[in-house]
């Protein structure tokens, strides 16, 4: 597609050309070897730059995992005298079996009980590899054939490289056109928390498991490799050891890099290499003194807190922007039943010992804009979120569309037609404005994993994009389209939060103070960008300080005080009302 | 299965099993107060009783040096740290010197202690000093300078310090295990039960230990600290309670409680250099049970876990500790679950 190489893209093509020059030329079989396990530990970090890096889990037990893929093939080859290439099968078919039994165990849970689960089942099996009769106990299976391809046995280092080096490539690049998709969006989402991507209607759990289930699908097929090149199998592939020296390396690599992934690979297993050579002769007697070295290393690199040796050598940075343009926008006809959009009686929430919502009745319009306002602590965010399905409401109901909604998680809600800004912004600082964007239309998509790998998801990326860009050009920041979204000032974050918003199509916008922190003449675009909003059919619901924009823009007013319905009036009313300038300001003695 | 050999079963699980409640109390206490899971709890164990091991057979302990070289780090980094504060020189010599003081009178004990082929109880508080002192520097140094971390960052320190005190302790120990010597000779035989003394030792200590820790917690001020500093850290710190200093008092618990672990288990089993990883993992499995915020809740699943893992090797010995660790997967299914019913998102 592209006529000339740009310029981000020369690292990559220059270490593609030299791994592959490199058994051509007369190098010692010393490093052929290295360079072997250098690229099967790749493959096992690859996942974990995914899961961890991307997705902000983690897994103390990827070991295990390669261990599941040694031991099928091993098991498969050995014992039944079958093909290595069943042994690959059977390997993958266990790994999902297992990874999916611990990720649907664990993934809901916060964040640290999946390590903590990983490290428990992997040690358990390494105690069953280590005592299973049939696999050799702790002395393992030896013997095992190597890889054919046809008539083709890969037995030579060199033959070998060529096919491993060439899978671990392939699976670079399916990795970096998975992160660049609608699941990558998606699982680059998931690190700061699940709220916002929730609420954006993305199932989050079955996002983690995806990204749980392809890290321990590589780890497997990385055990198939290593299995065929030793050509033995022991424990000692899944000991949790092992496990740490794959962590290691992806931090070492700057976890959040392909390229991260290969120098990290390289670097520790270059290392350990060495270590194990100058340490007993440095202290003068044998022993595994370089897991000392390795175990200070890891926390001094952690406590530095940077981004890896190589984490400014590459990174998911060589993404280029695509070129986008904005559309004019379809828009969905859903179905209106009769009466209001957004119906809510007596919605109560206790907190233990305080009633921060009491028994609130109200009704939103299609097409209407209500503001709901009140004094600091008066309950409008705990309403708020109680409406989006971030906080179950203890009493009450909340009709969306003629649908009872009541105790609906954020994401059905979402799925109604609900869309939400955040009042402390929320988004991706990493990923560019338009790509934060394109998160809420993640909804009208359905491109999966292998679609994005395989490249077929092509158009409905674009559609996509172009759809984000043109919710970009309606708030007005069209111009910073492809910056990091991290750059922009606050004021322009919330405008973002209002493209992502109306990126999901939604019959009722709430917003939760977008005004704060922007200047005079955003806040006039804003309140432009509301009306024509409304014009359109949308059905705004604004929880806002800034009376100026409140008292201009809205058709009717909620005021709450103390969790109570003070008034509910048009914005005339509401400013002729004493009780609210009570509310506000404290009554005269 | 018959009575006699059931309830023999039992004893040996439940003996286990208290070993087990001390190190999943130290589990929690550690996660709450600083939210490190703490891998390398383990450790303690191992150098706590081969500390003991060492000291029996005259010998200065590898871990005393440990202790001491840590000792002199953190003071130089503390002393360090404050003259970047310019704090007058005066009185950063005075911490420093006072920060010495304790490590080197330790240090002086056991050196001049250690062959002079003191009574066992006198060693084992040696042993129990070093490793104690040990806990608040390991926290100083790979710790306290990624407090505000991610629970992520701390659990993958937490790993590389396991790896090195594993490391120090095959240097420390060589690769041979140790067994040490009874506290309680003897047996106490309590209907068609034969209760070994030294059994009975372990129950009552990890009792008394409990209750002390409870009362501490609840009465003491620098308990209520702790407790303040679990249940918000923000607040605790506005409050005047700095985490640094809650940090590695914590630590200074749990050291004590796993040392003392590894003392009150080394007569039954022999310890490796590199028996602290599965040790340690029983005490987080218990830990996890409670969630990693109840204290009985973990107590309770370290006495199960020491009936699963005794009854388990009956049945299955060679998948003892394999029986063991997949005990954690029911704990997460249920935790899971409740979290569902919960609705939330923790």
């Known amino acids: 597609m592209t006529r000339s190489l740009p310029i981000d893209r020369i690292p990559v093509v220059v270490a593609v050309l030299l791994l592959a020059l490199l058994p051509m030329l007369p190098v010692n079989e010393y490093w052929i070897t290295q360079l072997n396990f250098i690229g099967i530990a790749t493959l096992v970090v690859l996942g974990l730059v995914l899961l961890t890096g991307v997705a902000g889990l983690t897994s103390f037990g990827q070991a295990a995992f390669v261990g599941i893929g040694a031991y099928s093939t091993g098991y498969l080859c050995v014992v039944q005298q079958l093909s290595p290439w069943l042994g690959l099968l059977l390997g993958l078919a266990v790994t999902v079996v297992f990874a999916g039994a611990l990720g649907l165990l664990t993934l809901n849970l916060s964040g640290h009980f999946l390590p903590l689960g990983t490290i428990a089942w992997g040690v358990s099996l390494y105690f069953v590899f280590g005592n299973t009769q049939a696999l050799g106990k702790y002395d393992g299976l030896v013997g095992?054939?190597?890889?054919?391809?046809?008539?083709?046995?890969?037995?030579?280092?060199?033959?070998?490289?060529?096919?491993?080096?060439?899978?671990?490539?392939?699976?670079?690049?399916?990795?970096?056109?998975l992160l660049n998709s609608r699941t990558g969006r998606a699982l680059r989402a998931l690190k700061d928390g699940t709220a916002?991507?929730?609420?954006?209607?993305?199932?989050?759990?079955?996002?983690?498991?995806?990204?749980?289930?392809?890290?321990?699908?590589?780890?497997?097929?990385?055990?198939?490799?290593?299995?065929?090149?030793?050509?033995?199998?022991?424990?000692s592939v899944s000991s949790l050891r092992?496990?740490?020296?794959?962590?290691?390396?992806?931090?070492?690599?700057?976890?959040?890099?392909?390229?991260?992934?290969?120098?990290?690979?390289?670097?520790?297993?270059?290392?350990?290499?060495r270590l194990q050579v100058w340490l007993p002769k440095l202290t003068g007697s044998e022993g595994h003194y370089e897991v000392i070295v390795f175990g200070i290393l890891l926390v001094l690199l952690l406590q530095s807190a940077n981004r890896g040796l190589f984490g400014l050598l590459a990174g998911w940075a060589t993404q280029r922007p695509r070129r986008v343009t904005p559309d004019a926008l379809p828009r969905s006809d859903r179905p209106t039943s009769q009466g209001p959009l957004l119906r809510v009686r007596g919605l109560t929430k206790q907190f233990t010992g305080l009633t921060a919502v009491d028994g609130i009745d109200f009704d939103v319009h299609a097409g209407e804009i209500v503001g709901l306002i009140g004094p600091n602590g008066a309950?409008?965010?705990?309403?708020?979120?109680?409406?989006?399905?971030?906080?179950?409401?203890?009493?009450?109901?909340?009709?969306?569309?003629?649908?009872?909604?009541?105790?609906?998680?954020?994401?059905?809600?979402?799925?109604?037609?609900?869309?939400?800004?955040?009042?402390?912004?929320?988004?991706?600082?990493?990923?560019?404005?338009?790509?934060?964007?394109?998160?809420?239309?993640?909804?009208?998509?359905?491109?999966?994993?292998?679609?994005?790998?395989?490249?077929?998801?092509?158009?409905?990326?674009?559609?996509?994009?172009?759809?984000?860009?043109?919710?970009?050009?309606?708030?007005?920041?069209?111009?910073?389209?492809?910056?990091?979204?991290?750059?922009?000032?606050?004021?322009?974050?919330?405008?973002?939060?209002?493209?992502?918003?109306?990126?999901?199509?939604?019959?009722?916008?709430?917003?939760?103070?977008?005004?704060?922190?922007?200047?005079?003449?955003?806040?006039?675009?804003?309140?432009?960008?509301?009306?024509?909003?409304?014009?359109?059919?949308?059905?705004?619901?604004?929880?806002?300080?800034?009376?100026?924009?409140?008292?201009?823009?809205?058709?009717?007013?909620?005021?709450?005080?103390?969790?109570?319905?003070?008034?509910?009036?048009?914005?005339?009313?509401?400013?002729?009302?004493?009780?609210?300038?009570?509310?506000?300001?404290?009554?005269?003695? | 299965m018959d009575p006699s050999l059931a309830g023999i079963l039992l004893v040996d699980g439940l003996t286990h099993g208290v070993i087990y409640v001390q190190l999943a109390i130290a589990c929690v206490l550690i996660f709450s107060v600083t939210r490190i899971a703490f891998i390398a709890l383990g450790e303690f164990v191992t150098f706590g009783a081969l500390?003991?091991?060492?000291?029996?057979?005259?010998?200065?302990?590898?871990?005393?040096?440990?202790?001491?070289?840590?000792?002199?780090?953190?003071?130089?980094?503390?002393?360090?740290?404050?003259?970047?504060?310019?704090?007058?020189?005066?009185?950063?010599?005075?911490?420093?010197?006072?920060?010495?003081?304790?490590?080197?009178?330790?240090?002086?004990?056991?050196?001049?202690?250690?062959?002079?082929?003191?009574p066992l109880w006198a060693n084992s508080l040696l042993a129990l000093a070093i490793v104690t002192a040990l806990g608040p520097y390991t926290?100083?140094?790979?710790?306290?300078?990624?407090?505000?971390?991610?629970?992520?960052?701390?659990?993958?320190?937490?790993?590389?310090?396991?790896?090195?005190?594993?490391?120090?302790?095959?240097?420390?120990?060589?690769?041979?295990?140790?067994?040490?010597?009874?506290?309680?000779?003897?047996?106490?035989?309590?209907?068609?039960?034969?209760?070994?003394?030294?059994?009975?030792?372990?129950?009552?200590?990890?009792?008394?230990?409990?209750?002390?820790?409870?009362?501490?917690?609840?009465?003491?001020?620098?308990?209520?600290?702790?407790?303040?500093?679990?249940?918000?850290?923000?607040?605790?710190?506005?409050?005047?309670?700095?985490?640094?200093?809650?940090?590695?008092?914590?630590?200074a618990v749990a050291a004590l409680l796993a040392a003392l672990a590894g003392l009150l288990a080394a007569p039954g089993t022999t310890l490796f250099y590199d028996s602290g990883l599965v040790i340690g993992l029983k005490g987080f499995v218990a830990a996890v049970?409670?969630?990693?915020?109840?204290?009985?809740?973990?107590?309770?699943?370290?006495?199960?876990?020491?009936?699963?893992?005794?009854?388990?090797?009956?049945?299955?010995?060679?998948?003892?500790?394999?029986?063991?660790?997949?005990?954690?997967?029911?704990?997460?299914?249920?935790?899971?679950?409740?979290?569902?019913?919960?609705?939330?998102?923790?």
């Open chain 2, 139 to 251: 926290y100083r140094l790979a710790f306290e300078r990624l407090a505000d971390a991610s629970l992520l960052t701390l659990m993958i320190v937490s790993v590389g310090v396991h790896f090195v005190m594993t490391g120090l302790g095959l240097v420390f120990f060589g690769a041979e295990g140790s067994r040490n010597p009874s506290y309680w000779e003897g047996a106490t035989i309590a209907g068609s039960l034969r209760i070994a003394n030294q059994a009975l030792l372990t129950a009552i200590v990890s009792i008394l230990l409990v209750v002390a820790l409870w009362l501490a917690f609840r009465f003491s001020l620098r308990g209520k600290a702790l407790r303040a500093t679990a249940i918000d850290r923000f607040g605790a710190r506005l409050v005047g309670i700095s985490p640094a200093r809650a940090g590695r008092l914590t630590f």
């Open chain 1, 242 to 273: 092992a496990s740490i020296d794959y962590l290691f390396m992806a931090v070492i690599g700057g976890v959040s890099s392909i390229g991260g992934a290969l120098a990290g690979a390289a670097a520790t297993q270059i290392l350990d290499d």
């Open chain 1, 196 to 235: 916002m991507p929730e609420a954006m209607g993305i199932n989050t759990f079955r996002t983690k498991l995806i990204a749980f289930l392809l890290a321990a699908l590589v780890a497997s097929i990385a055990g198939w490799f290593l299995a065929h090149y030793q050509r033995t199998v022991d424990p």
């Open chain 1, 144 to 177: 095992l054939p190597p890889i054919s391809i046809g008539a083709f046995a890969l037995d030579t280092g060199r033959s070998f490289y060529y096919f491993l080096w060439g899978i671990v490539l392939l699976s670079a690049l399916a990795l970096s056109r």
């Open chain 1, 379 to 589: 309950g409008k965010s705990t309403t708020f979120n109680l409406i989006a399905g971030a906080l179950p409401p203890t009493s009450g109901t909340v009709t969306l569309n003629g649908r009872p909604v009541t105790g609906w998680s954020a994401r059905a809600i979402a799925h109604e037609g609900l869309a939400r800004s955040f009042q402390h912004v929320r988004m991706v600082p990493e990923m560019t404005v338009l790509e934060n964007v394109a998160l809420g239309a993640h909804c009208h998509g359905c491109a999966g994993v292998l679609a994005a790998v395989l490249g077929l998801d092509k158009r409905e990326e674009q559609a996509l994009l172009n759809d984000a860009a043109a919710h970009l050009v309606r708030v007005g920041l069209a111009a910073h389209m492809h910056e990091p979204a991290g750059n922009l000032s606050l004021g322009s974050q919330r405008l973002l939060e209002i493209a992502r918003a109306l990126s999901t199509d939604p019959a009722l916008l709430l917003l939760d103070e977008p005004a704060a922190g922007l200047r005079h003449a955003e806040k006039l675009a804003l309140a432009e960008v509301l009306r024509a909003l409304s014009a359109q059919g949308i059905a705004i619901l604004l929880v806002e300080h800034d009376m100026d924009l409140v008292m201009n823009v809205t058709n009717r007013i909620v005021v709450m005080e103390f969790g109570r319905l003070l008034l509910s009036g048009t914005p005339r009313e509401v400013q002729a009302s004493p009780a609210v300038r009570a509310a506000y300001l404290g009554t005269e003695v």
């Open chain 2, 51 to 118: 500390s003991l091991a060492a000291l029996h057979d005259g010998r200065v302990p590898g871990t005393l040096w440990l202790m001491l070289a840590l000792a002199f780090a953190s003071v130089l980094l503390d002393a360090a740290g404050a003259l970047r504060r310019h704090e007058p020189l005066v009185r950063v010599t005075v911490a420093a010197v006072r920060g010495l003081s304790l490590p080197i009178l330790i240090a002086v004990v056991v050196y001049w202690g250690s062959t002079r082929g003191w």
């Open chain 2, 289 to 346: 049970a409670g969630g990693l915020l109840s204290y009985p809740a973990a107590a309770a699943a370290a006495l199960g876990l020491g009936l699963i893992e005794s009854f388990g090797s009956f049945y299955a010995s060679a998948y003892k500790e394999a029986v063991v660790f997949t005990a954690i997967l029911p704990v997460l299914l249920w935790l899971s679950i409740r979290h569902r019913r919960a609705g939330g998102e923790a």
